[in-house]
């Protein structure tokens, strides 16, 4: 039965040795061996062996220790420094260990003394020897693969931040195309877009076409392997195609994640550029609030009072209630459209503060009478003082300082109990920062609505809703920009405080 590690038909053998006798003995056992068909090559000197060697591929070869110009451990030397790794068997004429150990150190992969040449030891050394070297061959190639597959990974990875990268779809498309070429070899590669893909995407940045070419100059690539782009449904967005691609699975697969990366950016630019829409309109919509809104709340409140001061004498008492009325609604209109352009230039990143060293008593006394109106209509009392007189100045904008405690102190008298109490504090909070508080003898807050008192438009309860949910969004907003923090705690039943920190002068 065939060997099947000797399927490569014929097996073609290089013989070394300057003894006709031997190289007769030699190819007599490889004839009677059971190898199949052989194609033998002859050489009687180290330099005529070493040409044919060098220049032309075996399957094994068997080198005689003692030839005219050399000796077959120096002529197995030199094979192996030119890269040659065909299998050798060294021939000895008298078995010497020394001489076989040398063979061995210098790349053999077996011996045989010529006084035991026959053709069961001769087709046992060549299978042996055929085996080892198609095994080494396999483990190179695995290795070879493995390094190569490592390496694409490392491509991937870097297409990945330069997909990511990119600052417009034509950036992102010749980045994915370069990086195609650099991951597979491939002296050409294209990337398309199309579909919805061209709409979604589509603003004056990227005019100049939904494609892009690396390598090859022609967009039209010739007999193209073709990936498709993967998009937010069953449908591709486009394809990265190939100029010329070797047939291998790594190659299938990074080129496939390639493609997954590239559909993943784009979709996040859709999804950038969809907000970036949806917050234009949203700053139109507040422009239109904060222009045409406003106009006529203050024709309103303006013909209010001057309906009271003209009409006064004339006037019934529930007839000047009622231009009171106006006056309230009108004021809370327009700190509603205060809060949502406040809100807004926060989130744009427009949102500044003027500080200058202020003592913190100075902004307690402040938001007392700001709020101790409000607080006595609500029958809660209220308290603000600090808990040390020497505490240093902060640096904040008074002004704004002033929204925060409205806002705080304001949220707190909403759901403090009529009888409650309020407590507004400041102490100090290391060297480098002075601590304000605002706690309240309410509810509290449960844990799972804890973290979201600070969202925009958020409220704990869903009962009376006596704003808009802004208020505690536009506090943290303020004492982030005066590179403070703010924080809330609260058990239930226990009441709630809000606490913030703002750096010394």
Request: proline share 5%; with cysteine.
């Amino acid at each position: 039965m065939p060997d099947p590690a000797l399927s490569t038909q014929p097996l073609s053998i290089l013989l070394v040795d300057d003894d006709e006798v031997d190289r007769l003995a030699l190819r007599r056992a490889l004839g009677k061996a059971n190898l199949g068909e052989l194609v033998i090559v002859e050489a009687e000197r180290a330099r005529e062996a070493f040409t044919q060697i060098t220049s032309k591929s075996f399957d094994c070869a068997f080198f005689d220790f003692r030839l005219p110009d050399s000796d077959g451990v120096a002529l197995l030397r030199d094979v192996r420094t030119a890269g040659v790794n065909t299998p050798v068997i060294v021939l000895t004429g008298f078995g010497d260990e020394q001489t076989v150990l040398d063979a061995m150190k210098a790349g053999a992969t077996d011996y045989v003394a010529k006084s035991t040449v026959s053709a069961e030891r001769i087709g046992q050394v060549v299978r042996s020897a055929v085996r080892l070297a198609a095994a080494e061959r396999h483990a190179d190639a695995a290795r070879a693969a493995h390094e190569r597959y490592a390496n694409q990974l490392v491509g991937l990875a870097d297409a990945a931040v330069a997909v990511n990268r990119a600052e417009n779809v034509r950036d992102l498309l010749d980045a994915a195309a370069m990086h195609a070429c650099l991951i597979t070899g491939a002296p050409a590669a294209c990337v398309t877009l199309g579909g919805s893909a061209v709409t979604d995407l589509s603003d004056d940045d990227d005019k100049g076409g939904w494609y892009s070419v690396h390598g090859d100059a022609r967009r039209d690539i010739s007999s193209p392997i073709e990936v498709p782009l993967p998009g937010r449904g069953d449908e591709p967005i486009g394809a990265i195609m190939l100029e010329v691609w070797a047939n291998r699975g790594s190659d299938a697969a990074v080129v496939n994640q390639l493609a997954r990366l590239v559909g993943g950016a784009l979709e996040n630019v859709r999804l950038y550029r969809a907000a970036q829409r949806a917050t234009q309109a949203r700053n139109d919509v507040l422009a239109i609030v904060s222009h045409d809104l406003r106009n006529p709340l203050h024709t309103i409140v303006l013909s209010a009072s001057y309906l009271a001061d003209v009409f006064l004498p004339e006037l019934p008492e529930a007839a000047l209630q009622q231009t009171q009325i106006i006056r309230r609604a009108v004021d809370r209109a327009n700190r509603l459209i205060q809060d949502l352009l406040d809100v807004s230039r926060i989130e744009a990143g427009g949102f500044s503060v003027v500080s200058e060293p202020i003592a913190p008593e100075v902004l307690l006394a402040d938001a007392f009478e700001a709020m101790a109106p409000t607080a006595a209509a609500a029958n809660v009392e209220l308290n603000c003082c600090s808990d040390n007189a020497d505490l240093p100045d902060v640096m904040a904008d008074r002004e704004r300082l002033q929204q925060v405690f409205s806002n705080l102190i304001g949220n707190a008298v909403k759901f403090t109990p009529a009888g409650g109490r309020i407590d507004v504090t400041a102490s100090a909070d290391g060297p480098f920062n002075v601590r304000f508080s605002v706690r309240d003898s309410g509810p509290g807050v449960s844990p799972e609505n804890l973290p979201h008192i600070f969202d925009r438009f958020w409220q704990a309860t869903h009962g009376e809703r006596t704003g808009a949910g802004l208020g505690l969004a536009i506090a943290r907003g303020i004492v982030e920009a005066h590179h403070g923090t703010i924080r809330a705690l609260s058990e239930p039943g226990q009441g709630a405080e809000i606490v913030f920190d703002l750096p010394v002068a």
